[in-house]
C-alpha cells in the first residue's frame, strides 16, 4: 500500500534527516514539509548539513514538497482518496498495531513538543498512538515514524 508523511513543525534538521532515511527504508512514496520544518536544501539552493548528515542521501531518493500550512497537502491528498492517520498520543487514538491500510495513507507527525496541533488532529480521518510502558509519554519523533512506517508495510 502506498504511504507518504507530513512533517509539520518539526525543529530537528537531524530528525527530519533521520525521518528522510527511515522512509527511503521503508518505500514511502513522498514526504510532505510543512511549518518550521526545515528542508533538504534552503531557500539559497543549498544541502541542509544536518539533514544531509544523518539522512545519507536519502533526501535525494525520496520527493519531497514544501508549504507553509499543511492545509494544501491534506486537501490534495483527500481528494485523491487517501487516508490521513495523525500519530498522536489522544484520547481518540487506537493502537498502531490496530491500523489496517486498505488504501493509500499519509501519516502526519508533529512537533518534538507539542505533536499534532488539535486544529490539525480535526483534519485527521484516524488517529493513531504507541502504547508506552515506561516513565516516559512520548517517543522521539524519528523514532515513532519508523515503528508505525514498518508496522504499515507488513515488517
Known sequence: ????????????????????????????SRIY???????????????QK?????????????????????????R??????WRIVGVEQDARATDYRALTLDRPTLFILGNEVR???????????VLTEIPMHGKKESLNVAVAAGIVLFASAGF
Not at 1 to 28: E, K, Y
Not at 52 to 60: I, M, P
Request: aromatic share 8%; hydrophobic share 40%; net charge positive.
Open 76 to 81: 490534495r491528498m483527500k481528494k485523491e482518496g
Open 115 to 125: 505533536g499534532i496541533s488539535p486544529s490539525l488532529r480535526g483534519q485527521c480521518d
Open 50 to 74: 544536518e539533514i544531509v548528515k544523518t539522512a545519507l542521501g536519502a533526501e535525494k531518493d525520496v520527493s519531497w514538497e514544501y508549504a507553509a500550512t499543511p492545509a494544501p497537502f491534506i
Open 1 to 28: 500500500m502506498q504511504t507518504a508523511l507530513l512533517l509539520h513543525n518539526i525543529r530537528s534538521a537531524h530528525n527530519v534527516g533521520s525521518i528522510f532515511r527511515t522512509a527511503d527504508a521503508a518505500g514511502v
Open 33 to 47: 514539509l510543512s511549518g518550521y520544518t526545515p528542508t533538504p536544501v534552503d531557500r539559497f539552493g543549498r544541502a
